[in-house]
Nanobody, 127 residues
Framework: QVQLVESGGGLVQPGGSLRLSCAASGSIFSINSMAWYRQAPGKQREFVAEITTGSSTNYADSVKGRFTISRDNAKNTVFLQMSSLRPEDTAVYYC?????????????????????WGQGTLVTVSS
């Protein structure tokens, strides 16, 4: 079974920075694209940023120039560096992997998991 575990959330003042991490656990053979989404109180979950296996990136207009997504394939981890934070960035941030392939160490086969989500980490931007 695969799990995504986010960390790095917290309280930060407007204009400040924060770095989120999301680590995938399990006998991972490969992970396709990884992304960050967020959900503010009373709002729907929205796309923030995405990074492919080849490290191509895509960002929501609201975070372009302020947020940077990156990944460490060797550690099965994706990061979100957030700068110039605004109160409207306050939300629970979720990590997503669209496809994860795990090695089954007992059978020698591989299993595919689709659309995996982490449990979320809260980011609060407030003075």
């Amino acid at each position: 079974q695969v799990q995504l575990v986010e960390s790095g959330g917290g309280l930060v003042q407007p204009g400040g920075s924060l770095r989120l991490s999301c680590a995938a656990s399990g006998s991972i053979f490969s992970i396709n694209s990884m992304a960050w989404y967020r959900q503010a109180p009373g709002k729907q979950r929205e796309f923030v940023a995405e990074i492919t296996t080849g490290s191509s990136t895509n960002y929501a207009d609201s975070v372009k120039g302020r947020f940077t997504i990156s990944r460490d394939n060797a550690k099965n981890t994706v990061f979100l560096q957030m700068s110039s934070l605004r109160p409207e960035d306050t939300a629970v941030y979720y990590c997503n992997a669209d496809q994860v392939v795990l090695d089954d160490l007992y059978t020698g086969t591989r299993r595919e998991y689709l659309d995996i989500w982490g449990q979320g980490t809260l980011v609060t931007v407030s003075s």
